[in-house]
């Protein structure tokens, strides 16, 4: 009692030195509109020496008005900017929230901006929540991909507990962290391959590392050094092929292939010019040429310079992939390239998402080919130790 005195306490305080912000837009629960998909979010240091923690505090939504928790004991309803802190609510079952139903306990915090909904469970039951959705519902070929993603995750969620401190929680519920769906998301064969591996972790040198994932890495994976970061020396590039084809290949993002034209180009690139970070703007009204003029060790772009009839500017690592956006759709991946013709582009490319760490196509097919958990890890996470926490 007193530990959660001292914690509502230390989030207060937090609180008071740091409004809090939205978690997203203030009717949709859980959030759908994330800030920055977590794609593109590296994680912030991790503090090695944090005490065991084996709970975590999960922010599911943000609330201008009014928030209603529904426990089998009580009907909680909350009033935005009255009852300013926090209050906490422990039931012994399961609490709808907006749509869904979550297991675990709950904190609303209350400030002058609104009301944060946060979803307080043990890890293992907060992963029977996320391990169905970040990769997806698998057939019994899949339980090992399934483990793999298990450990994954819970590795993730560890070395992110506090991570999202200023706002009162330890992760968001969506893709700016791992996306959790609270008991509608669960699925049983992935909560018996989260039971199978429960407690373990991925380490590199006895400290538990970023377990970054991502869905099709073409044939390769990336460096962190991708997100302006220093390499680590487990995110390295790795090759994912086996016998000369890609264990991923039945990825529908194996290949892909999007054109523009010279003219869409012109205002792709004005309107995304601030989202792809570009080092220098100006108005234009022709794309003469763009090259790519340096890779990354595992292929993907490093750095594009785009030739406008009003002189160049350049773009860098996964950001090129939102130079391209068109209505929110960012290119699939950075490992990519590019031609041109009279009057259109073509960028083709291979993979889906950031490149880093664990492939889950790729896991999934190595599940199914029979390889096991700690063999699929050990294939995306260099020199890495599996262990209880
Ligand atoms: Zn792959």
Not at 172 to 189: H, K, P
Not at 352 to 371: D, L, N, P
Request: charged share 25%; net charge negative; aromatic share 10%.
């Amino acid at each position: 009692m007193l530990l959660k005195l001292l914690f509502s306490l230390a989030l207060l305080a937090l609180f008071a030195c740091a409004p809090l912000p939205p978690i997203g837009p203030a009717s949709d629960i859980p959030t759908t509109l994330p800030e920055q998909p977590r794609d593109e979010q590296p994680a912030r240091p991790v503090e090695q020496d944090t005490a065991k923690r084996h709970v975590i505090n999960v922010g599911i939504g943000f609330e201008r008005n009014l928030a209603a928790i529904e426990c089998p004991e009580k009907k909680w309803e909350f009033k935005a900017k009255s009852n300013l802190g926090i209050t906490d609510i422990e039931t012994k079952g399961n609490c709808k929230y907006g749509e869904k139903t979550y297991r675990g306990n709950w904190a609303v915090l209350s400030t002058d901006s609104g009301l944060a909904i946060i979803n307080i469970l043990p890890i293992e039951d907060y992963l029977r929540g996320v391990v169905p959705h970040e990769i997806g519902r698998l057939k019994q070929d899949g339980f090992e991909a399934l483990k793999a993603q298990a450990v994954a995750a819970r590795t993730y969620a560890y070395s992110h507990l506090n991570s999202r401190r200023s706002q009162g929680f330890d992760v968001f519920a969506d893709v700016r962290d791992q996306v959790y769906d609270g008991i509608n998301g669960e699925d049983s064969l992935a909560s018996e391959a989260i039971l199978a591996t429960s407690g373990l972790v991925i380490k590199h040198n006895g400290n538990l590392i970023e377990a970054y994932y991502h869905s099709t890495c073409g044939g390769r994976t990336e460096s962190s050094e991708i997100w302006g970061q220093e390499g680590k020396p487990y995110l390295t590039p790795v090759s994912d092929s086996a016998d000369g084809k890609a264990f991923c290949e039945l990825s529908r993002y194996m290949k892909w292939e999007e054109n523009y034209s010279r003219q869409e180009l012109v205002s792709l690139f004005q309107r995304n010019a601030m989202d792809a970070r570009i080092d220098k703007t100006f108005p234009f009204n022709k794309v003469e040429q763009i090259l790519i003029t340096e890779r990354f060790p595992g292929g993907r772009v490093k750095r594009l310079v785009v030739f406008t009839d009003k002189g160049s500017f350049e773009a860098f690592g996964d950001r090129t992939r939102r130079l391209f956006a068109r209505e929110g759709r960012l290119l699939p991946g950075s490992f990519f390239s590019i031609s041109q013709d009279r009057d259109s582009f073509t960028v083709t490319g291979s993979g889906f998402g950031h490149g880093i760490g664990m492939c889950q196509m790729g896991a999934r097919a190595r599940s199914t080919a029979g390889q096991k958990f700690d063999e699929i890890l050990k294939a995306y996470y260099t020199d890495v130790d599996i262990e209880e926490y």
